[in-house]
């Protein structure tokens, strides 16, 4: 039976991660720990595997098709996997109590912030000077060929620093923090921003892992396992959903469900 | 022969979570016949029980070769630019690496 609920648990990760565009990671944890009863650092864990499961399967069709920009995913990744490192030793140090309180701060932010935010579809022309950064991608939906160019590189390695902290700290993906800063700072297109944080947060994630198997949090492989494949389902599941229902029309619903999990993760933590 | 460095580490991605979700589904259905006689959690223990079918074995390497899949990503990025004659960027993956492999190192001991 708790196998079977693990399951679900995964599949309802993967769905509503993917419809808000923010990855399976960030309902793992609270899921696990307030439906479950789960060990935070043992869910953190589990979550940080999950997330490489989601991150790489994604990041290989973006790579694919070259929407993924690798050589500004690579710089980045000096500074993420860094953060990750540093955010994984401070979090198997916090008692679980702390990084439930830390957690429910977190997804309270990233409501306000998914119920503020606007995408800044401008991206920096190239008809001057090109970085190395320079690139360009076919977007289907505009059935044209976009150039743009990488500005304000320092502000996206200081994101991806905090970023990958936060990852490694609380097991989530860090996306929420990595796309619009690319977008906003760095004058990246959504969709690059988008699937180059993809691609980094595998690594980012990976590094966080190993700290955690290290230290033993991952004592039952076959939980990992079932939310694993459940994730994968669910972040597949969500695929004809999002072509059914436009996901800014259950934004708000999801919205009010993390505030929920924030509300809970924050009980959880004052106990 | 053109080398396209995109498709390359696209398959790597793949096959790196294929492989690991189809070790997953082996240890599942090796779950229903025999209870796990582990416990040796170094990759040599995990490789011997994988070979002997050992479902707690099975699933360690899936995990193991998940937590692998981008390593070995940044490893070929590293290669794949070094032969492209990028070279900046072949030495950032090169650095990225080793900040995972001080990960490895840190989590291991």
Known sequence: ?271 | MNFDLNKFIAKTLAVGVYSSMFLFCVAIIENFFKKSSMFDRSFLGIFKGLIALDPNSTLYAGIVILMLTPVVRVLFLAIGYFIEGDLRFSFFSFLVLLILIFSVYFGVH
Do not use: W
């Open chain 1, 1 to 271: 039976m708790f196998e079977i609920a693990l399951i679900l648990m995964g599949i309802l990760s993967g769905i509503f991660g993917a419809l808000l565009g923010i990855g399976g990671g960030t309902f793992v944890v609270p899921l696990l720990v307030i439906f479950l009863h789960y060990p935070i650092h043992q869910a953190v864990a589990i979550s940080l595997i999950s997330i490489i499961a989601t991150s790489s399967s994604v990041a290989s069709v973006n790579v694919y098709n070259k929407i993924t920009n690798m050589r500004l995913g690579i710089t980045l990744e000096l500074a993420t996997t860094l953060g990750a490192i540093a955010g994984s030793f401070i979090g198997t140090f916090l008692k679980g109590n702390v990084i439930a309180l830390i957690f429910s701060f977190v997804m309270a932010f990233i409501a306000y912030f998914m119920y503020f935010h606007k995408e800044n579809e401008q991206s920096t022309s190239v008809t001057q000077a090109k970085s190395v950064y320079a690139s360009n991608y076919f977007d289907y939906a505009l059935n044209k060929n976009i150039e743009y160019d990488v500005k304000n590189l320092g502000a996206g390695l200081a994101i991806s620093a905090f970023a990958g902290a936060f990852s490694g700290m609380l097991g989530i993906g860090g996306g929420v923090l990595k796309v619009p800063a690319m977008n906003a700072f760095c004058k990246v297109p959504i969709k690059v921003a988008a699937a180059t944080s993809n691609f980094m947060i595998g690594v980012t994630a990976a590094a966080g892992s190993f700290i955690y198997f290290g230290k033993g949090y991952i004592e039952k492989p076959l939980y990992v396992a079932l939310i694993v494949l459940g994730v994968i389902m669910g972040s597949k599941l969500s695929m004809p959903i999002i072509k059914k229902v436009p996901p800014s029309r259950v934004k708000n619903i999801f919205i009010i469900f993390l505030i929920y999990l924030a509300i809970e993760m924050f009980i959880k933590g004052v106990k």
